[in-house]
């Protein structure tokens, strides 16, 4: 039988960059015989632009990296004709929600059995105008929060940069309003995430409806207009409750548009997957056929 071809995806500069990991990784599968192959980064975008141009052979791509680089990789695969590849994780990022809510660790002979002889989970994305997304798209006060957090004091201090953006950004909170118009219905709302899996933020339960196995994404609406209402909402999120606190809305979709009400010329950033990657007026829509994610 010919030997599995494998090829790692590794972003040297995400989360704590743990070259140790992928490298134990590849020898633990070279020594099951897989023919492997690394391939480094070399700046943002790249991950994407090599497998869209990759020709050889795939039957896994393992990413090492975070959900940034995970985006990446598949927004490259799917410019490929050929979906007989499965994908797998190794979980190198900051955050690495994916990597969380399949219950994926870090130890590189753990990760090697999940490749060699793991389940195959249906994984159905999502695309933003045009941009593919696997965990989750955010409007308004969420999208604020990415597109404002500083990247280099990220680098220093992890998650906690996201939590000093987000401190900043509570004040803007209910200013704007977001038309909707989710698989046909109107809604209004001040902000929006839309969330293909349950967990947000690491491992924090975000929406119990969501399912990311399901071709339907969760729409999650939240209104009013006071910071400190909204605060109320936020902590409805460590105790797995946000979604049934009052002024939410969860409702699931496959076609979802939004537009700022009243917009201007301002700016208005999509975050998805945890980085800044569109702007309104978005389309979102579901695909059709799910990729193939290898889970223990
Ligand atoms: N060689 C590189 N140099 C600079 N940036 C890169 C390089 N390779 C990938 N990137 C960018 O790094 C970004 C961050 O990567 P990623 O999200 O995987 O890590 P992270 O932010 O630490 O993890 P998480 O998203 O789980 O918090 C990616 O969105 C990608 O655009």
Redesign the pocket.
């Known amino acids: 039988m010919a030997a599995t071809q494998v090829l790692i995806v590794f972003?040297?500069?995400?989360?704590s960059g743990n070259r140790r990991i992928v490298e134990a990784v590849q020898q633990a599968l070279s020594n099951r015989g897989c023919d492997v192959s690394l391939y480094?980064?070399?700046?943002?975008?790249?991950?994407t632009r090599y497998l869209a141009a990759y020709e050889g052979q795939l039957d896994v791509v393992a990413v090492a990296?975070?959900?940034?680089?995970?985006?990446?990789v598949v927004n490259g695969l799917r410019e490929r004709d050929n979906q007989s590849y499965r994908l797998a994780l190794i979980p190198t990022?900051?955050?690495?929600?994916l990597a969380a809510e399949l219950g994926i660790g870090k130890t590189p002979e753990g990760i090697a059995d999940i490749i060699l002889q793991g389940r195959e989970k249906p994984i159905y994305l999502g695309s933003v105008n045009e941009r593919r997304f696997v965990l989750m798209a955010g409007i308004g006060y969420d999208a604020w929060v990415v597109d404002n957090v500083d990247l280099a004091l990220?680098k220093k201090v992890g998650k906690l940069a996201y939590v000093l953006s987000m401190l900043k950004q509570l004040r803007h909170f209910g200013k704007k309003t977001y038309q909707l118009t989710v698989d046909g219905e109107r809604y209004q709302a001040n902000s929006v995430v839309i969330t293909n899996g349950r967990y947000y933020a690491g491992s924090f339960v975000l929406s119990r409806q969501a399912d990311l196995s399901k071709p339907t994404t969760q729409v999650l609406m939240i209104s009013g207009n006071s910071p400190l209402k909204f605060i109320g909402i936020l902590l409805g999120l460590p105790l797995g409750i946000m979604e049934k606190m009052p002024g939410m809305k969860s409702v699931a979709a496959r076609h979802v548009q939004i537009e700022l009400l009243n917009a201007g010329t301002e700016r208005e950033p999509v975050q998805a997957?945890?980085?800044s990657l569109a702007e309104l007026p978005l389309n979102l829509q579901m695909e059709g056929s799910p990729v193939r994610l290898l889970v223990p």
């Open positions: 972003n040297p500069v995400s989360g480094p980064t070399q700046s943002a975008g790249d991950a990296g975070g959900d940034g680089t995970i985006n990446e990022g900051t955050v690495n929600v990220k997957d945890g980085d």
